[in-house]
């Protein structure tokens, strides 16, 4: 069962990846944390190992075949985005997994309440 809820997980965020154009991890963290009770740290971990792989590879051909894809804009954020993730990884496992739950949930509030109210 709890394969099928892994799967099912993995679904979810490549679906709101690909129709939203959001990262996975705003499903996958809270779904691994809260339904199948991973570690905040260990969510985040997973999650990002997860997306090595695929990082909406099919999705991003299907956006730059419509013509809907900027190369140089997406090669500097990757490039940068390496950078970034290396120094958000090691500040993420200095800080205490209740308070980063909490920075991740103010995180999500915060960009919902500015999509909704814009």
Do not use: E, R
């Not at 990262?23 to 190992?49: K, Y």
């Not at 993730?85 to 909490?102: E, P, Q, V, Y």
């Amino acid at each position: 069962m709890q394969n099928i809820i892994i799967a099912l997980i993995g679904l979810a965020g490549g679906v709101a990846s690909g129709l939203l154009g959001i990262g996975g991890a705003i499903i996958m963290v809270p779904a691994l944390v809260f339904i199948l009770g991973f570690s905040q740290h260990t969510a985040q971990g997973t999650t990002l190992i997860a997306m090595i792989p695929p990082i909406g590879i099919l999705a991003a051909i299907q956006y730059y075949k419509a013509g809907h894809a900027d190369i140089k804009t997406a090669a500097i954020i990757a490039a940068l985005f390496i950078i970034g993730a290396l120094l958000g990884s090691k500040l993420a496992l200095k800080i205490d997994a209740h308070i980063l739950k909490k920075i991740f949930g103010f995180v999500l509030l915060y960009i919902s309440a500015k999509m909704i109210l814009s």
